[in-house]
């Protein structure tokens, strides 16, 4: 089985994982892998906080403009970092020239798209000394893609990514068998072992916590 980070291995290395429990989720035809589609796309927020990615971004801004959205230039946008327009001034703030303090930036959703906010709106004097370009870094949503160049999740993180989708299914299992014990398989000597998916689930969690 290819370890690529590619959405069809990513699915096969979770059935696998889940031995025979695989079977509860598999479905027919077109939509055989739906239900592990979507424990990885589940997985996705809890690897946003343990394995964050960052994206240089970039838009243009106006003088007495309080936001700008962020646009579909830069893709996946979550939320701001920092900003890098005017690091490189040198002009003291004696200085007659000096184009003022610069303003504090945030993110906010509104209009269903994502703005930067501006407090104060940048002057036309500040644009005038750090230009009209403002390049920033953020914080983007992990995607995964059909192949595996899409998928913004490192491949040495591979196995964290299954694990955290193992969670999900285990987490869903004991939901659909809240008054019953599950009988689970040992991945090495395929012998039954009985234990509960929610008791599964809270060691599984726990795994991926403690993983640094």
Excluded at 16 to 40: K, N, P
Excluded at 160 to 165: E, F, G, S, T
């Amino acid at each position: 089985m290819p370890n690529t980070m590619s959405k069809a291995d990513l699915v096969a290395s979770l059935k696998a994982s889940l031995h025979d429990a695989a079977s509860v989720f598999q479905g027919e035809g077109a939509e055989a892998d739906v239900e592990f589609e979507r424990f990885l796309l589940q997985a996705l927020p809890d690897m946003q906080a343990k394995r964050p990615a960052t994206r240089l971004g970039s838009v243009t801004i106006e003088a007495n403009f309080p936001r700008v959205a962020v646009g579909v230039g830069n893709p996946g946008f979550a939320s701001f970092k920092t900003y890098l327009w005017g690091d490189g001034c040198t002009i003291k703030p004696w200085d007659p020239a000096y184009p003022g303090a610069l303003p504090r930036v945030s993110a906010t959703f509104a209009e269903q798209q994502w703005w930067l906010t501006f407090e104060p709106a940048p002057t036309s004097r500040q644009i005038s000394a750090h230009g009209s370009q403002f390049d920033f870094w953020y914080y983007a949503a992990h995607a995964i893609g059909t192949l595996a160049a899409d998928t913004t999740i490192n491949l040495q993180d591979r196995g964290l990514l299954i694990l955290r989708a193992q969670v999900e299914a285990m987490r869903e299992l004991s939901i659909r068998n809240a008054a019953k014990p599950v009988t689970m398989r040992d991945g090495f000597s395929g012998q039954p072992r009985n234990s509960t998916a929610a008791a599964l689930y809270t060691e599984l969690l726990k795994q991926f916590e403690a993983t640094r």
